[in-house]
């Protein structure tokens, strides 16, 4: 194993990907995969609440009424687009070239940015029918549901937007690759939570 | 909404201004001291800002202890309510708050910290890491335990104390029934707490994947470890649940939500199913370790190494796994019916299978070992036949047909306290006694430590096994008082005596830690029982940077193979020369961002809403700059490294 | 803080899977990951609206499809089976999915038990 010193004194391993160059990046690493898999537990049990609340309307609208076709599934192709060009990024980070993957990045954060402004106008819509967070047990449980994903897609942004600023600054390096790294590892992630919710919350609830 | 809490925001009553004035007195007492003897520099430098596993661990026994303290008072106030029938000592409401206190404060501010503390003490050194994986996260996870704790106690003045017990059942905690702030603080304490111990068990499973000393394979390493391993993966599974149900509780208690109301289509069992789905794997969150402390001592204090550690390991593994498919036992009397209730049963008593496992492994441990009988082995001595009560007793709860005849009787009480004491806390006692000279480089009196045990042990059990007998005669959990004639009164006064014979144990282990820190024996060797993992093989307190030199492992017991083993020769290398030593800064953000959240989430416990908000920006804050620092280590230059060793007659 | 040790951690060997894999240069991969989830949200959308299955069937059928999808997040988004020492977070996940099935499964089962017997 190949191990130089970079600027920041740490041993450097050239054999592997950039984000894992040093001991630091893959430990960071990891720790990011580790705290995902708590992650899966924590949206599995908003997911069982929803699941055993949702036919409990309580005499207010139901899932049926509520949800747009048009309106979720545009929701769901920004994300699943924004997942792919997140991808795109670190591909060319990979090839070490930093524009492209600004780029990308950038056009990642944009597609997160109309998802999120999508989600709180539907919200908001939802909110002016009346069906509001109080009217009953199932739009408590869609509301916190959904909106803990739109909460994490939103802290995901300005991370991005924080990271944007280190990759202008420092470029590409061990430190700002591992950066980039677990920030799309975090993005994807949510994409796939995203799938579940259109399956589970939306799609179910447009058929029974 | 504010009007109405200002009015309740300083909580009335004799006993609340004797703690006010007792608080007002000690924090003036604590700032006198500091200020006087010039050390709010030191406080800051050496402690509030470290980054250090070893500091952070004694941090979190400090904390606990108090904890303990706390929690103790409030079990002596249910005791002496409890001693005689009709007794109005305490009125009931009063009580209520006393018996949710006392739990809650005993299983997250007690036990967990405990715990916690003494893996950051051991765990890092046993493995010959210079640290854990990431120590910043460390002294996070430390800053938020200690807020939320914090948070958690000034209920008690400001507000009004939680009183729905430690379990929070709803709709009882709900807001129709509960409107004041006290499950709030219930709910923003746990909350802030909880983020700290998910860190931690992120933290501790990276840094024993990735950082082991070289050469020790997983198979190898010290079975407190590999329980610490085991605990992490609990806990890293299971508080994501606590969150949630913490989470939704307080969307309906703050916003008006309905998850767990009884009206407009609201679940309370749900509340119930997902706090026993982190609840039962959090009782083996603070088993595991200190079956693990209790693994290290038997086969220290035997002179063997452990017997059948692949099962031990294995038995741990399994009850991994079945810790998540049993949460059912603490509800069978929801009635969810036949089907869910034997399968639920019968997962349980699986369970006892591989804690069984574990008995019999110590026993065989001590088998033909010469044992040598320290305070730290009396406690682990003492733990095996009363856990094993405690696990049989549980065996028998969960027959579900019977346990509609046990349930919320003082028989689970008596079970889950010779469980919790004499599993969790007779393990941290030995644990405590064991490290003891490890952490602070003297150890604690064995005389004086003897006193401690057998005062404690017979206390113990005069409490607590009466309770066995007077759930039998009917005697429910949370009754705050009860009529004479029952038949109940002799037990109850009993008990009463056990508790404050507890509490006079407990001094005795004040008194000792006392006369140890000024006359105690000093370890000079770093190996003060004679011991057998890489932590008696470091100096006794440890350097900054744990290891001059990382040790290089060729099997089980490293120190003991290195001192007397069949590989004493490989171990034998020439000294090589240091090499400058890379750590972590320390950081005052830890702190402050803890601090934050605390102001925040107190805002939140009354709804202020500007506060809370502007207390969660703060925070969001400090994450970012922590993001754009890259100054973040230094290195420890070979001299200051010959410095120290010398200073520790290591050269 | 980076390394805390002098010495390479020798255990877990570091193993590159396959370097090569970073030196293309058309992102194969995730244009088949992309047109996949697309391929795969679409058929789901399309199983609900055009009602041609039983209603259980159409929804075992889009979790089924969902999964798909996360698999395909996992594997050719995410790196899943890069490895640069033991597959720990392979094994993480696969708890964590454990753990979550339970939670799901065993929650709706007991609540709905519950529901029938009760009310
Ligand atoms: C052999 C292993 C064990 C079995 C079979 C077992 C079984 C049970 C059962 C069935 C209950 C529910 C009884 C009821 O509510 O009616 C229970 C309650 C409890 N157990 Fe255990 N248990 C075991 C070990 C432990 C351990 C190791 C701990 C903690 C260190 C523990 C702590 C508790 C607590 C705190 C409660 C009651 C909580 C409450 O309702 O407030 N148990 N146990
Ligand atoms: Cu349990």
Redesign the interface.
């Known amino acids: 194993m190949a191990y130089q010193l970079d600027a920041h004194h740490a041993p450097v391993d050239s054999s592997v990907p950039l984000e894992y160059a040093t001991e630091d990046g893959s430990l960071k690493i990891l720790g990011f995969w580790i705290f995902l898999a708590a992650d899966v537990v924590l949206f599995s049990c908003l997911f069982a609440t929803y699941i055993v609340l949702q036919h409990n309307t309580y005499g207010g609208p139901t899932a049926q009424q509520l949800f747009d076709v048009p309106g979720f599934v545009t929701e769901t192709l920004l994300l699943l687009t924004s997942s792919f060009t997140c991808g795109l990024a670190i591909f060319e980070m990979h090839r070490n070239r930093l524009q492209p993957m600004i780029g990308w990045w950038i056009v990642t954060i944009l597609l997160g940015m109309g998802f999120v402004g999508m989600e709180i106008s539907e919200f908001a819509k939802y909110v002016g029918e009346g069906a509001n967070i109080t009217r009953s047990a199932f739009l408590s449980a869609f509301f916190i549901l959904v909106g803990t994903h739109g909460t994490h897609v939103t802290i995901g942004i300005f991370w991005m937007l924080g990271l944007l600023v280190q990759l202008l600054r420092y470029g590409i390096t061990a430190i700002t690759a591992r950066k980039a790294f677990v920030a799309s590892l975090y993005w994807h992630f949510l994409d796939a939570v995203w799938i579940f919710i259109f399956t589970v919350v939306y799609l179910t609830g447009k058929v029974s | 909404m504010l009007p109405h809490y200002f009015n309740h925001l300083f909580v009335t009553g004799t006993d609340i201004y004797i703690a006010d004035v007792l608080i007002i007195l000690t924090s003036l007492g604590i700032v006198g001291v500091l200020t006087y003897f010039k050390k709010w520099k030191w406080l800051w430098r050496e402690w509030l800002t470290t980054v250090d596993h070893k500091k952070i661990g004694i941090m979190y026994i400090i904390a606990a202890t108090a904890m303990f303290f706390r929690g103790g008072m409030d079990g002596l106030m249910m005791r002496t309510q409890l001693a005689v029938p009709n007794n109005h000592f305490l009125g009931a409401e009063h009580y209520d708050q006393v018996f949710t206190t006392h739990g809650t404060i005993m299983i997250l501010f007690m036990a967990m910290p405990y715990l916690i503390g003494l893996i950051n003490v051991a765990m890092p050194l046993q493995i010959g890491a210079r640290d854990v994986a990431f120590p910043y996260l460390n002294a996070i996870s430390f800053w938020t335990f200690f807020f939320g704790a914090m948070l958690f106690n000034l209920s008690f003045v400001i507000g009004g104390s939680p009183d729905a017990g430690w379990t929070s059942y709803a709709p009882l905690a709900g807001p129709t029934f509960d409107p004041g702030p006290g499950e709030n603080y219930y709910l923003f304490g746990l909350n802030l707490a909880g983020i700290g111990t998910l860190a931690s068990g992120i933290n501790f499973l990276v840094t024993i994947i990735k950082m082991r000393a070289p050469g020790m394979k997983l198979m190898d390493m010290p079975m407190f470890t590999w329980s610490t391993l085991i605990t992490s993966i609990l806990i890293i599974f299971a508080f994501p649940v606590l969150t949630v149900a913490l989470s939704l509780l307080t969307f309906d208690r703050l916003f008006g939500s309905h998850i767990f109301s009884m009206t407009h289509g609201g679940m309370p069992m749900m509340w119930v199913n997902l706090f026993w789905i982190w609840g039962h794997p959090e009782v083996y969150i603070v088993i595991l370790p200190a079956f693990g402390i209790l693994s290290e001592v038997i086969s220290t204090f035997s002179g063997k190494k452990l017997f059948g550690y692949s099962a031990m390991v294995g038995s741990m593994v399994a009850i991994a796994f079945l810790s998540f498919t049993v949460w059912v036992h603490h509800f069978f009397t929801m009635g969810a019916g036949p089907a869910v209730n034997s399968f639920f049963g019968v997962s349980t008593m699986l369970i006892a299978i591989p804690t069984g496992v574990k008995v019999f492994n110590w026993i065989f441990t001590m088998y033909r070992g010469k044992i040598r009988f320290t305070t730290a082995m009396l406690w682990a001595l003492a733990f095996i036949p009363t856990f094993v009560v405690g696990g049989m007793t549980g065996v028998m709860l969960a027959v579900a047909p019977a346990d509609y005849q046990y349930h919320n009787s003082y028989f689970l009480i008596a079970h889950f306290h010779y469980t919790l004491i004499g599993g969790t806390v007779f393990g941290v006692f030995a644990g405590l006694y064991y490290w003891w000279p490890k952490m602070f480089g003297f150890k604690l009196n064995e005389r004086l430590g003897r006193w401690n045990f057998w005062t404690f042990i017979i206390s113990f059990n005069v409490t607590f096994l009466p309770m066995f007998l007077l759930g039998l005669m009917g005697m429910t959990r949370r009754m705050y008082t009860y009529p004479p004639g029952l038949g109940w009164s002799h037990l109850n006064m009993i008990e009463t005596v056990g508790a404050f014979g507890q509490a006079i144990g407990m001094m005795f282990l004040a008194v000792n830690i006392v006369w140890s820190i000024k006359y105690g024996e000093r370890d000079v060797t770093g190996d003060a029982w004679d011991g057998r993992a890489l932590e008696w093989s470091t100096t006794s307190p440890a350097p900054e940077y744990n290891f001059a030199h990382v040790p290089v492992v060729y099997g089980r017991d490293a120190f003991w193979d290195m001192k007397y083993g069949k590989n004493r020769e490989k171990y034998q290398v020439k000294a090589k020369p240091y090499r400058p030593i890379h750590m972590p800064n320390n950081s005052g953000r830890p702190f402050l961002m803890s601090l934050a959240f605390f102001i925040s989430f107190w805002g939140f416990v009354f709804k202020w809403y500007l506060v809370g908000g502007l207390g969660l920006a703060a925070v969001f804050v400090f994450m970012y700059l922590r993001s754009f620092e890259y100054d973040t280590d230094h290195y420890i230059s070979v001299e200051e490294i010959e410095h120290t060793e010398a200073a520790a007659g290591r050269l | 803080?980076?390394?805390?040790?002098?010495?390479?951690?020798?255990?877990?060997a570091?193993l590159?899977s396959d370097?090569k894999a970073?030196?293309?240069?058309f992102?194969w991969k995730?244009i088949l990951?992309?047109v996949l989830?697309?391929v795969l949200?679409f058929a789901?959308?399309g199983l609900?609206?055009s009602?041609a299955l039983p209603?259980t069937a159409?929804?075992v059928s889009?979790?089924v499809?969902?999964v798909l999808?996360?698999l395909v997040?996992?594997l050719?988004?995410?790196h899943l089976t890069?490895r640069?020492?033991?597959a720990?977070?392979v094994l993480?996940?696969v708890?964590?999915?454990?753990?979550?099935?339970?939670?799901?499964a065993?929650?709706?089962?007991?609540?709905?038990?519950?529901h029938?017997?009760?009310a």
């Open positions: 803080m980076t390394t805390h040790s002098d010495v390479n951690p020798s255990h877990g570091t590159p370097p970073h030196h293309e240069t992102p995730h990951g992309f989830s697309l949200t789901a959308l609900v609206l009602a209603l159409v929804i889009i979790v499809l969902a999808q996360l997040q996992l050719l988004f995410m890069e640069h020492g033991p720990t977070h993480t996940l708890f964590g999915f454990f753990v979550a099935f339970t939670i799901v065993g929650s709706a089962w007991i609540m709905f038990t519950f029938a017997t009760v």
